[in-house]
Structure formats: structure tokens, C-alpha cells
Nanobody
Framework: EVQLAESGGGLVQPGGSLRLSCAASGFPFSDTGMNWIRQAPGKELEWLLG????????ANTEAVKGRFTISRDNAKNMLYLQMTNLKSEDTAMYYC???????RGRGTQVTVSS
């Protein structure tokens, strides 16, 4: 059974940083591309960044370019999203997604507010 569990979200002030984590199991993690996506209230899902099984970043959207970094630790079956210089418009539920079967976790809430 595929399991994805995001963590690390919370309330942060504008300009602050957070590191999200995604613990993965139930599929060949090191062979599987992963994505971070988000959904803000009342908006559609937004793809942010992708990374191949070997750690190559596939692309990143302009909205987070230069501020968010995706990485992974295949030895620990972990995916990460380092977020810096956070803005109010980054407020959303953040999900990790595996590309073997298309599953997503339950998400972790990030709120950027003063």
C-alpha cells in the first residue's frame, strides 16, 4: 500500500522559512519521480516542483522559482521542500505526489501571515 505523509507545515510570518517533509512507503521510492503540489483556498491544484528518482529537478514553476527547493533522501525514503522568503500567497495545503501510481498524501497546511 502506497503511503505518503507530509509534515512540517505551520504558521510563519512573511519572509520566513519552512521545511516540509514527505515520508514515503509502499513503492520503489528511489525509482520514482515525485512532485510537490499545493492548493490554496478556492483555487485549483498548482504544481510546484518535480524531481526524478535520481534527484534531478525536472522543472519548477515561476511562482516559487528561486525561493523553493525540492530534494530527496532515497536512503530514508524522504522528500523535502525547503521554502524561503515566504509570501502570503504561498498560503495553501501542500501535498507530495508520487508518479508511479499517482497518489498524494493528506497534505500539510502552510499559512503565511503576520
Amino acid at each position: 500500500e502506497v503511503q505518503l505523509a507530509e509534515s512540517g507545515g505551520g504558521l510563519v510570518q512573511p519572509g520566513g522559512s519552512l521545511r516540509l517533509s514527505c515520508a514515503a512507503s509502499g513503492f520503489p521510492f528511489s525509482d520514482t519521480g515525485m512532485n510537490w503540489i499545493r492548493q490554496a483556498p478556492g483555487k485549483e491544484l498548482e504544481w510546484l516542483l518535480g524531481i526524478t528518482g535520481s534527484g534531478i529537478v525536472t522543472a519548477n514553476t515561476e511562482a516559487v522559482k528561486g525561493r523553493f527547493t525540492i530534494s530527496r533522501d532515497n536512503a530514508k525514503n524522504m522528500l523535502y521542500l525547503q521554502m524561503t522568503n515566504l509570501k502570503s500567497e504561498d498560503t495553501a495545503m501542500y501535498y507530495c505526489e508520487e508518479l508511479a501510481y499517482g497518489n498524494r498524501g493528506r497534505g500539510t497546511q502552510v499559512t503565511v501571515s503576520s
